[in-house]
């Protein structure tokens, strides 16, 4: 920043007027000469005794020690807040983890689920076949039944001629062994349709009892996939809290960060103005001590002047008696009243000496020359 961007302005530190030339903004540079202010009055109610220059060194000192302390409570809480950080990221590395795992499992059930209505699917296509052969063979047993009943009926029609004629007994024996020969192998048929009926009966409890161990199965399944999705949304609960608190824990170290930077600005502009300050106040005791020098020049002079002023009353009494002597004169009146005019000139230059003296050595004072 160039010197045209630069702002003037006046500031009364301590009692006494300062022009600051600084880069910020006027109403800045006030602040910080209100607090050095502040800070100088509040040292010298504390210390009376103390020059100005020491209590401007004094109150430099504490607001650095001010300022250290207040950078070291901003290191430790940035140490605090990184440590924070590190112990988030560790726990939302784990609930990660955590998730990961529940998604795995998840996929997991999924898959098992998949698996079992695949099975269940298939097993219940089994019943539907054996259903489907039962009733086959169900219909085929009733076949067999009325085949049976017909043989029966025959075998009893037969017996009945057989009662009612002996003619042709040995026909009719032969005709009787076909028939029972007939119904033993439709009996044999039978039970056997019954046995394969029996079989599949118990194939279809089997089915049904496996198809119910599937069904327990896919419930159970079904049950670990929402408990697996109610504790996934539980950890994508628990990082999105995270996150919240990880975002403004940030922003606090952001906002620590930002006020460190105007403390460290302040501590900046502090230590300037009070440079500017030392050398002003040096600048002013180099004043005070040519004044000094001045005062005591002028007390030399004046002691010059007394001891001049006394050769001189002398010397007026010895020509005021010689003029005593002879007043007649005219002349010698001319030298008296000429030498009364020299005597009040000179006097009247000693009182000038005097005041400037008296307002040289007074707090504050200026320094002229006599006119």
Known sequence: ??????????????????????????????????????????????????????????AAVQVADELLRAETEMVRLHEAGNSGMEKYEEEIKSLNAELQNALDQAGLAQANVESVKTELTQALQDKESAKAELEASRAEADA???????????????????????????????????SQGKVRAVQADLEAVQAKLHNQKREREATEAKANALRNELNKAQAGEQESRAKLEQVQASARALREEMEALHLNVVNLQDERDTARSELDSTRKTLQSL???????????????RQCLSLEEQNKRLQQQFAAYQEEQKAKQAEAAAALEDDSLAEKLRLLQIEYDKLKAEYNEWIEILESSSAPGGGQGEPS
């Open 1 to 58: 920043m160039n010197s045209e961007n630069k702002t003037r302005v006046n500031v009364d530190i301590f009692g006494t007027t300062y022009k600051l030339v600084s880069n910020s903004t006027p109403s800045y540079t006030r602040r910080v000469a209100a607090i050095v202010d502040e800070r100088m009055n509040l040292v010298a109610r504390g210390y009376p005794r103390l020059d100005a220059q020491r209590i401007a060194v004094l």
């Open 144 to 178: 067999l039944k009325l085949e049976l009943a017909a043989s029966r009926e025959e075998v009893n029609r037969l017996q009945r001629q057989l009662e009612a004629s002996a003619v042709g007994a040995e026909q009719l024996q032969k005709q009787l062994e076909a």
């Open 278 to 292: 030392q050398a002003e106040l040096e600048l002013a005791r180099s004043e005070e001590a040519q004044a000094r």
